[in-house]
């Protein structure tokens, strides 16, 4: 598994550091922000290192892909009420922090419009 050695993401995928898990597959780990902006704020990273979702559409494959969508969703209708939103920044512009491509999946509120 392509991992990256210094990648806060990569060493939760790799239990180097522990994380409220809600989901893990060879696809993909989901795990509670550790700052949550919604009742349900959970975050689900693919296992292999990409830093943005550009990098993950060019090397992933399509299963790959597809679970990291899926599982998005799983997590959303799991944890929602009547509805989720999932959101993924990229870049500076984007806001990213965590350099390890995620997808915020955030339930359990009503979600306004546009965001900040
Ligand atoms: P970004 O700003 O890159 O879209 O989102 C990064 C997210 O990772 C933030 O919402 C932040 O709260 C969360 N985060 C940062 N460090 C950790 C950590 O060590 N554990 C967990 N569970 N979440 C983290
Ligand atoms: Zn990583």
């Known amino acids: 598994m392509a991992t ?11 239990r180097e550091i522990p994380a409220d898990e809600v989901l893990r597959d060879e696809h993909v780990v989901a795990f509670r922000d ?5 009742p349900t704020h959970v975050l689900v990273v693919p296992t292999e290192h990409a ?11 399509g299963d790959r892909a597809a679970r990291f969508l899926s599982a998005a969703s799983e997590i959303g209708r799991r944890f ?10 990229e870049g500076p512009d984007g806001g990213q922090t965590v350099h390890h491509l995620h997808a915020h999946v955030l339930a359990g509120r009503h979600m306004t419009w546009p965001p900040g």
């Not at 929602?80 to 993924?88: H, K």
């Open 4 to 14: 990256d050695d210094a990648c806060l993401f990569c060493k939760i995928v790799r």
């Open 51 to 61: 830093a943005h979702l550009s990098d993950f559409v060019a090397s992933a494959g």
């Open 34 to 38: 550790l700052n949550p902006q919604a």
């Open 80 to 89: 929602g009420r009547d509805g989720y939103r999932v959101v993924m920044n």
